[in-house]
Every structure is written in C-alpha cells, then in structure tokens.
C-alpha cells in the first residue's frame, strides 16, 4: 500500500490557530473526488431512512403506539432547524472533522474536543445498532436465534469494514444501488400498507397504545416527548454531508444542498410508510409487536414478503457501509489534528491507495462488531442521549457563528437566525430533561464518557496544547486528486 502518515511534531511548535488552514506535515489529503450526486447518494445512504424505517421505528411502536409517526413528524420538523445550523456551520468549515471542526472553529477547542467525544459515541454506537437489525430480515433464507443476529451483525460490520477501505467514488454508486433498493422496500410497504388500513386516521393524533392487561390507553405527553430522541435517531445521518465536505468538489455550494435535500428526501422515505403500517397494523398487539415481516406478509404473500425482507437487509449492509466510511473520516481528521500521542496521530492518518484511512476505517469497524454484542436496549438509549447532546452543541456554535470576522466568511446562511438555533436549543434541553427521567441510565453511561473525555483533555492535551488538537482544515480549492 502506498501511505502516508503524520510526521512527528516537536512539543515546542507554536500553537496554530484555530481556522482555515493546513498545517505542514499534515497527512495525505483526501480525494474531492465526489460531486453532487454521489455526495447525495452516500449521505442518503447513511441517514438509510429504510433502515431505520424497520429497525428503529418497530422498537418505537412498543412505548408510542399509534403516536409513532406523529413523533417522527416532529422530530422531522426539529431537524429542519438542526439542518439550517448543519448546513451554515458546514459550509463555513468544510472538514472531514465535521461537528467537532465546525464546532471548535467557533466555540473553543475544549468544546471541539466534547462535540468529538459526543460525535464519537453517536458514531460507534449507530452502526452496530442498524447491523443487528439484518437477521431480523433474513429468516426466509435461515433462522436465528438472539445469538445468531448478533454475530449476522458483527459479520455486517466487518463487510462493511472491507468495503469502506475501497475507494470512495466505488462506494458511491454500490452504495447507490442498495440505496435503490431500499426506497423500493419502503415504496412497497407504504402501497401495500395504505391499501389494507383498518385503523382511523385520528388514532395517528390521538395516540393509543396496549396496556399490560391488553385494553387500550392514551399516550401521555411526557412519553411522547421522551420518544423524541428515538425519532432524532431514526432521522440522524443527513449531516453526513459535512463529514464528506473535504471529499466535496465545491463544497461550500454542495454541502448545504445536500444536507436539506438528504434530510426532506429522508424523512419522506420513512414517515410515509410509517403512517400506512400504523393505520394497517391490524390489532394494537400486532402493532406494538413491531413484527414488520409478519405483517407485510399478511398484508401481501410469502414471496412478496421475502422480497422486501431481503431489500430491507441489502439496505441495512449498505447503511453500515456508509457509516463505517463516515466515521473513519472521523478519526482520520483527528490524527491530522493530533489529538492522541504521536504513534496513534500516525496509525489514524495513514491512507492507502485508494484514498481510504485504512487505520482509522480498522478502528471503527472491529470495535462496531464487537458491540453487537452489548445489550440492545441500552446501545439504543445512549444513542439517543448522545444525538440530542450532538445537536445542542451545533446548534449552540451555530449562535456564533456571525460574530466578529465569522460574520464575513463566505457561506450558506440560514433563515431567521439566530430564532431558529435559540428554539432548536430550547426543545432539546426538554429532551434532555425527559430522558434524564426515563433514561437515567443511558444519561449517566453518556455523562461519564465525557467526564473520562474531559479528563484526558486536562491531563494530555491541555497541557500540550501548543502541538496537541491544533483543528485544521482542508484547502477548499487545492487539487486534492
């Protein structure tokens, strides 16, 4: 393999600045190798709105009942506002670093560091969650048991591991073609959905869900609140556009675009057919069950029913594909940044002939498949913590985002600042409090990475600062290729 890696840096270099620049020395760039359609294909790949469509939602359906899709629809409209901050913040700071660069350019490098750990959690957890959802789809062709589906996702991740260390531009179009697949899975769905509704259409407002007796009772406000962190979850992924901007050709044009267009594309995709299997769910049991093959199957025939598991677990792999190239991008950008000790920095930066951090795309995907291992329910709760804590931090940097010289810097500004991030920043702390009720385990996990993250902050990188979490960015018009 051809590689190239970060240079040792001596403790004495004067501390750069935080802003636009590469520093010498810095690894091998990426390659601006992806255009709109291919960022676009890539980023709706990892928001995979199918995946999360029949692994998330069903898990939801439990607690939310018949509220399921009246949560997604305000989740959806949360991460309108979320997008806006998204797509300001990543057209400013184009990095592969994504929330962290964009975070730390405008609020501090400390914050940098916490918007990474968050980002880093969000970004380990996630795809081993999605991977564990293909055995669910596969018991047509074998069956297994709760150990079976976990090493079927510990398999998916280390695929996907194989994949991600190919070139981007290839991944694009495979993951493209799987893309097409699952859009026809949940095109399938919502038809065949739509055509068999035995439920009225007030149940979707009115959210019923099965008590523990088997009667019926109304969804209270607090439960649907706290459901809101699923939903932000099952939507996680159209920000995927700021992570591939240093990949970008032009990307303070590109990235807005495709962060918006990712996000209403998305969650079309997963809330239509989420309203048809809600209103043709037969009993609240067979709803709450959330056994989506087998009410697709009753719904349609055994070989239609095969078909759509088969899509739904092609766009799970896919899905994981795209997340393992994202992440490891991730920790690419922080070798270059150099938040470790010098031998990590240069393991992290090396890239191969392809064009691909293979070190860094190693470290997220073993680690990825040995969590399918971990409890299910907790890897779900923390995930959703970790996403709401994610947004507040963008959405808190994106208040600074027009001061001082910021305010002149070329890029897409959103509409109604600053009202849109001081609102977006107010629903999530209620999110926060509510899962603090709910959640309190899930809450803790998430606060104690960050204490142990702020920790290694104060005792190896603060005080090496002048040479340690330098955040660089990529030169948007040097020829990369």
């Known amino acids: 393999m051809a590689e190239a890696t970060l240079p040792t840096v001596d403790a004495g270099t004067p501390q750069a600045s935080v802003g636009p620049q590469l520093h010498d020395g810095a690894p091998k760039p990426l390659k601006r190798s992806l255009g709109v359609v ?10 995979t709105p199918a995946s999360s469509l029949f692994v998330i939602v069903p898990g939801m359906y439990a607690d939310l009942g018949t509220g399921t899709p009246l949560v997604l629809i305000i989740a959806a409209l949360l991460c309108v506002g979320v997008a806006f901050c998204y797509s300001e913040l990543g057209t400013m700071v184009p990095s592969a670093g994504g929330e962290y ?16 750990i968050v980002a880093g959690i969000v970004v380990m957890v996630v795809p081993p969650i999605i991977a564990m959802g293909t055995g669910d789809y596969i018991g047509s062709i074998v069956s297994l048991d709760d150990n079976g589906l976990k090493w079927a996702g510990a398999l998916v991740m280390i695929g996907a591991m194989v994949m991600g260390l190919l070139d981007l531009r290839a991944n694009a ?11 026809i899975a949940a095109a399938m769905v919502a038809f065949l959905g739509f055509g068999n509704t035995d439920r009225p259409v007030g149940d979707l407002v009115h959210a019923k869900t099965l008590t523990e007796s088997g009667g019926m009772s109304p969804v209270s406000t607090a439960i649907l609140i706290s459901g809101l962190a699923m939903a932000l979850f099952a939507l996680q992924g159209f920000s995927t556009a700021v992570y591939l901007a240093e990949e970008m050709e032009q990307p303070r044009r590109t990235v807005s675009r495709t962060v918006l267009w990712t996000l209403g594309i998305g969650a079309a995709i997963l809330i239509i057919p989420t309203i048809a299997i809600t209103l043709a769910g037969g009993d609240m049991k067979a709803l709450t069950d959330g056994d989506l093959p087998t009410l697709i199957e009753g719904w349609s025939n055994h070989g ?20 393992v190239i994202q992440n490891s991008r991730v920790l690419y950008a922080s070798a270059r940044d150099r938040a470790w000790p010098e031998p990590i920095n240069k393991a992290f930066g090396t890239v191969n002939r392809f064009g691909s951090p293979w070190v860094s795309t190693l470290a997220v995907s073993i680690p990825g498949a040995v969590l399918c291992f971990v409890d299910l329910t907790l890897l779900n709760a923390v995930t959703g913590v970790a996403v709401t804590l994610l947004y507040l931090l963008v959405a808190a940097g994106s208040l600074a985002a027009r001061r001082a010289h910021h305010k002149h810097t070329p890029a897409w500004r959103m509409p109604l600042w600053p009202a849109v991030p001081v609102v977006l920043i107010g629903a999530l702390v209620y999110i926060m409090v509510e899962l603090f009720k709910d959640e309190p385990k899930a809450v803790y996990v998430t606060l104690g990475i960050i204490a142990a993250a702020a920790a290694y902050w104060g005792a190896y990188l603060y005080p090496r600062r002048h040479s340690r979490w330098v955040i660089t960015l990529a030169d948007e018009g040097a020829d990369q290729s």
Do not use: Q
């Open 38 to 47: 291919g960022g676009t294909l890539l980023t709706l790949s990892c928001l």
């Open 101 to 116: 660069a964009m975070v730390g350019t405008l609020m501090g490098r400390f914050a940098a560091w916490i918007a990474f």
């Open 173 to 183: 179009w495979v993951t493209g073609i799987f893309l097409g697949l699952e859009v």
């Open 304 to 323: 239609v029913a095969t078909f759509i598991s088969l899509c739904i677990a092609l766009a799970i792999i896919n899905a994981a594909i795209v997340m």
